[in-house]
Nanobody, 116 residues
Framework: QVQLVESGGGLVQAGGSLRLTCAAS????????MGWFRQAPGKQRELVAT???????NYADSVKGRFTISRDGAKNTVYLQMNSLKPEDTAVYYC??????????WGKGTLVTVSS
């Protein structure tokens, strides 16, 4: 059993910053890809950023230059530093991991609200 626990969401004014953290625990073996997705009200879940075990990163165009994803392999933790936040970044942010072998796990989400 794998558990993902996200933290760091909250209410912030436009232009502000937040740092999301996701810690994986349980039967975690060889995490391949760690990532963040988000889902705004009335919209589909979308990719925000991913990072591989080799530290290669991928970002949605809408967050490039503002968000930074990183990971701590020893702690099985992934971070999302979000700067210059905009009201359109308001969403529930979900952590996702894919293990070597393909098993895929999701966190329960953390709400980020950006006020204008």
């Amino acid at each position: 059993q794998v558990q993902l626990v996200e933290s760091g969401g909250g209410l912030v004014q436009a232009g502000g910053s937040l740092r999301l953290t996701c810690a994986a625990s349980g039967s975690v073996r060889s995490i391949n890809i760690m990532g963040w997705f988000r889902q705004a009200p009335g919209k589909q879940r979308e990719l925000v950023a991913t990072i591989t075990s080799g530290r290669s990163t991928n970002y949605a165009d809408s967050v490039k230059g503002r968000f930074t994803i990183s990971r701590d392999g020893a702690k099985n933790t992934v971070y999302l530093q979000m700067n210059s936040l905009k009201p359109e970044d308001t969403a529930v942010y979900y952590c996702n991991i894919i293990l070597i072998g393909g098993m895929n796990y999701w966190g329960k989400g953390t709400l980020v609200t950006v006020s204008s």
